[in-house]
Every structure is written in C-alpha cells, then in structure tokens.
T-cell receptor, first 116, second 111 residues
C-alpha cells in the first residue's frame, strides 16, 4: 500500500512569488491534515479536512495560505504571496474515518520550502 | 493552553545503555497521546497511541507509558539504528483532531 506522498520535495522561491504544495493521502483515508515545522520549532497544526470539507483551519497563519481538497482526494496548499517567514517543512498526514478514538495519522515525507 | 514539553532535548547513549525520554503535557481533556519517530529528511513515523493513565504499549526495544501528567518512552538496550528524533504529541477530546507536538528528543546511540 502506497503511503502519503508530497510534491515537490523541495522548493526554493523568492519573496512575493506563489508556491503550491500537493499532498496525496493514503487511498481511502477521509482525514487529511497539514502541518508545518519552521526552523528550530515544533511541528504545528495548520488544518484538517474531512473528505472535501475543512473541519478545522484554526492553525492557518493568515489569508496568504489557501488549502483545498478537490473531490476529497488529493489536497493542495497554496502560499500567495510567499514571505520569508513561510520557510520551513510542510508535512501532510492522513488517517481513516473517525470512529470515536483518534485514528493513527500517517505522515508524508514533507516539502521543504525556502523563501529567499 | 495546551502544551507538550519533552526532555531532554538531546540524549547520547552507548549501545545497550537503557534510558527513558519524558513527555509532560497539559491539555483540556486528553483524547490521545502519540509517540512518533522521525529520521532526518523524513516525516514522522507512528509508534504508539496511549489513551488513558496506566496504559502501556511495547514494540521491540520501546515501551511507552502514560500518567495523568506525563508519558515516558523507555528504550531498553538501544542499538545505533534507534538513533532518531522522538516526538510526543497530544490531541484534545473536544475541538476536532488537532494534534499538538512537542519539540522532540534527539537520541544518539553509539556503537
């Protein structure tokens, strides 16, 4: 079974440009999460999709970040325009449908974003 | 405010030298506490979920325990391949499945 995949693995852009990150969850997983780790800090929650609906987007830093999950399958996270402080590693995770207890989240390898 | 604090920040062990990593947490109604392993350049790899105080889980040389305020990850007779960053995380019973991570403990095991 294929794991969570993320594309690209690395991205280097200039301040003010736009970048779109993609996440393909494990097939059949309804839940999809985005997280971010900036240099020297802990991994922080950004948002949670259940199928195509945003369940919780309380961690999104500001309106320069836009996440979508078309048809409840893959998800994209767009940063427009990118700022220096957006640099970090963006992780995606997925889990099966919730049945009371929290299902295990499986993480992708991350996208390393550097904004110059 | 929900918070997860891990100690020590880094731990250096000789092969075979058993030790424990600590995760102290503050959360309003714990849904679950999670341990992950992360290797350089990779995403976190799931190890354990603990749901209630007194619960214990084991996997090979690792054993995780949970109290009402903290969790321990015990490593018995570690090998060099156990070298990694170990992450602790919690989620709340209310407010969705948002997961709060600690900063991690970097473990180095020398042969």
């Amino acid at each position: 079974e294929a794991g969570v995949t993320q594309f690209p693995s690395h991205s280097v852009i200039e301040k003010g440009q736009t970048v779109t990150l993609r996440c393909d969850p494990i097939s059949g997983h309804d839940n999809l999460y985005w997280y971010r780790r900036v240099m020297g800090k802990e991994i922080k929650f950004l948002l949670h999709f259940v199928k195509e609906s945003k369940q919780d987007e309380s961690g999104m830093p500001n309106n320069r970040f836009l996440a979508e999950r078309t048809g409840g399958t893959y998800s994209t996270l767009k940063v427009q325009p990118a700022e220096l402080e957006d640099s970090g590693v963006y992780f995606c995770a997925s889990s099966q449908a919730n049945v009371g207890l929290q299902e295990t989240q499986y993480f992708g390898p991350g996208t390393r974003l550097l904004v110059l | 405010e929900d918070q997860v604090t891990q100690s020590p920040e880094a731990l250096r062990l000789q092969e075979g030298e058993s030790s424990s990593l600590n995760c102290s947490y503050t959360v309003s109604g714990l849904r679950g506490l999670f341990w992950y392993r992360q290797d350089p350049g990779k995403g976190p790899e799931f190890l354990f979920t603990l749901y209630s105080a007194g619960e214990e889980k084991e996997k090979e040389r690792l054993k995780a325990t949970l109290t009402k305020k903290e969790s321990f990850l015990h490593i018995t007779a570690p090998k060099p391949e156990d070298s990694a960053t170990y992450l602790c995380a919690v989620s709340r019973r209310t407010g969705g499945f948002k997961t709060i991570f600690g900063a991690g403990t970097r473990l180095f095991v020398k042969a």
